[in-house]
């Protein structure tokens, strides 16, 4: 896995609207792992990369009327058979994290790198998702010097109380394994 110009060579690239410019893009020093699907708890439908391009259609499911007007996005998603999607180029600030705080410094989409797991908080990942995640968290950490493995956490542990992802089935531990160098 390879990055050019801020972007993984070799994936699908969908640039979504949803972003802006880092308030310093040298700062790149965190990763954030979230879960997602829609509807919860469904698999392999076309709804993430939709919200993420600004184009759900929120009355496809009733669970999407709270999403109407919602803009926001990741660098990159895994989906459940291991395929990585990216949405905003690395250098650039996804809106992923929101209201959230990691050692004291606010506003974690500043200097972070967003990364969705097709997922729940009810299910277990699949090994292929492992494998995207461990080869492209590597990757970035190859490509980014201000990264490393200890400077990636939850989205849970970034926003406690508003948010529970990648939740209780994310296998922390053989993730870390997977990435120690």
Request: net charge negative; charged share 20%.
């Amino acid at each position: 896995m390879k990055i050019e110009q801020h972007v993984l060579q070799g994936i699908c690239f969908l640039p979504s609207p949803h972003f802006n410019e880092r308030p310093d893009e040298q700062n790149i020093s965190l990763i954030v792992l979230h879960n997602i699907s829609l509807p919860a708890g469904q698999f392999g439908l076309p709804y993430i990369t939709d919200l993420f391009l600004g184009c759900l259609d929120c009355t496809a499911d009733a669970s999407f009327k709270e999403l109407q007007g919602l803009e926001v996005s990741a660098h990159c998603l895994i989906r459940r058979d291991g395929e990585i999607i990216q949405y905003v180029p690395f250098n650039k600030r996804a809106w992923h994290a929101g209201v959230s705080e990691y050692e004291g410094r606010q506003g974690c989409n500043d200097f972070s790198i967003g990364i969705e797991l097709e997922g729940s908080d009810h299910v277990p990942f699949t090994n292929v998702q492992y494998a995207s995640l461990e080869q492209l968290v590597k990757t970035l950490i190859k490509h980014y010097p201000t990264l490393s493995e200890h400077k990636i956490t939850g989205h849970s542990d970034i926003a406690p109380g508003r948010k529970t992802d990648p939740g209780p089935y994310f296998d922390w531990q053989r993730f870390r394994a997977s990435i120690s160098l």
